[in-house]
């Protein structure tokens, strides 16, 4: 048969969440939270300070290392969902920081909640919304 | 884009996710396809023509 002979190409469900995305997420996520932690008992400013504070980074390399290697793997719809998803969260983004950089000048740099140290968190679950958006539009 | 994607595959009694693994693709996309919310790539379109055995502009219509 002709259909034999077509390569088939693998099934990475970049828009279900991989279960090897899920886990390098999980995986940031954990040695996130392990730094953050690790950090209230360290001296600011100390060699091993700054150590903990840059473990994260290295866990995110990986995560980003999977989630491109399920993209590379995905069809062309789970793809053209990728891409409406990116569009509608970067735009999003921009406006969420934007309105969060006013309000810090309206309260004279003194915005307490959310800390500016935490702004980056939102972008994730947000991510995730437009994600939910996008894939809803094809289903 | 129109098509009979649907037609053809319950004539040969296969399920979204047989046609999804015989052509390569998610169960999503074939979905989408069928109710003609994604037109699929001139790619896809030959590869699924070459499958039902038909020509492209016999299973999609503009």
């Given amino acids: ?139 | 884009m129109r098509n009979d994607l649907r037609q053809r595959r319950a004539e040969r009694g296969w399920s979204q996710g047989d046609l999804a693994e015989k052509l390569g693709v998610s169960r999503q996309t074939i979905n989408a396809i069928e109710t003609e919310k994604y037109s699929p790539s001139l790619e896809l379109a030959f590869k699924i023509a070459r499958l039902f055995k038909a020509r492209v502009e016999d299973v999609f219509q503009p």
């Fill in chain 1, 1 to 139: 048969m002709e259909t034999e002979k077509m390569p088939l190409m693998s099934h990475a469900r970049v828009h279900g969440a991989s279960p090897a995305v899920l886990l390098a997420a999980t995986a940031w996520l954990a040695v996130y939270v392990a730094a953050r932690l690790g950090l209230q008992y360290l001296r600011a400013e100390s060699f091993e300070a700054v150590a903990v504070s840059l473990t994260p980074l290295f866990a995110f390399f990986a995560f980003v290392w999977v989630v491109q290697r399920a993209v590379r793997r995905a069809d062309e719809l789970q793809r053209l969902v990728q891409l409406h998803a990116l569009s509608l969260a970067f735009s999003t983004t921009i406006c969420v920081l934007m309105g969060l950089g006013l309000l810090d000048i309206a309260h004279a740099g003194r915005l307490e909640f959310p800390p500016m140290r935490d702004w980056w968190a939102m972008l994730p679950p947000l991510y995730a919304i437009c994600l939910a958006v996008a894939h809803w539009r094809y289903r």
